[in-house]
């Protein structure tokens, strides 16, 4: 069982940073790969990102390539989403989850109660 703990959403302007962070205890966490998920008002839950265990691989939504960022470190059993560049679209519940590497919801077993970004004009 991973217990799973997100934290660092709030309220920012459009361009502006945020950084998630998803704390994580139970079982270790260096054996699991990880991911960001957000579900928007009205939408479907998608994908936004997700690291291998030593976090040498990485994978990203297209709409976030090039302005978010995945990193996690194992000693913390934490990992984080640095978020540059925000924009309204962005605006989100963001969840972490843990399983295994991929873009679907299906291969993550556990999950957070996620963060809210809201990003104003």
């Known amino acids: 069982q991973v217990h799973l703990v997100e934290s660092g959403g709030g309220l920012v302007q459009t361009g502006g940073s945020l950084r998630l962070s998803c704390a994580a205890s139970g079982r270790a966490f260096g054996t699991y790969p990880m991911g960001w998920f957000r579900r928007a008002p009205g939408k479907e839950r998608e994908f936004v990102a997700a690291?291998?265990?030593?976090?040498?691989?990485?994978s990203y939504a297209v709409s976030v390539q090039g302005r978010f960022t995945i990193s996690r470190d194992n000693a913390k059993s934490t990992v984080y989403l640095q978020m540059n560049s925000l924009k309204p679209e962005d605006t989100a519940l963001y969840y972490c989850?843990?399983?295994?590497?991929?873009?679907?919801?299906?291969?993550?077993?556990?999950w957070g109660q996620g963060t809210q970004v809201t990003v104003s004009l």
């Open positions: 690291i291998s265990t030593s976090g040498g691989r990485t």
């Open positions: 989850a843990a399983g295994s590497f991929g873009s679907s919801a299906n291969f993550y077993a556990y």
